[in-house]
Structure formats: C-alpha cells, structure tokens
C-alpha cells in the first residue's frame, strides 16, 4: 500500500521514535505524578 507514493512500511519505521517519545513521556507522567505537580506548580504560579 502507497501513501503520496511512499510505502507504509517506509512512513512507520520514520514514525517509530516519534511514538517512543511520547509512550516514554506518558510513562513518565503515569508513574511520577509529583514532576508533573511541580510543573504545574511552576506555569501557574
């Protein structure tokens, strides 16, 4: 299957790192509650 003549295959291996980034953010945010408290705490200050 093509998208815009690029192979799926080709469009999920470049789109790979980008969602490990946010999985590892969301895991972050999931099991480290206070850094995202004191993130809040910082922006509305």
């Not at 790192?17 to 809040?40: E, G, H, K, N, Q």
Request: proline share 7%; charged share 15%.
């Amino acid at each position: 299957m093509h998208v815009a003549r690029i192979s799926l295959d080709r469009i999920v291996t470049e789109l790979v790192p980008f969602v490990l980034v946010v999985l590892a953010c969301l895991m972050v945010i999931t099991y480290f509650p206070p850094l995202t408290l004191a993130l809040r705490d910082l922006v509305y200050r």
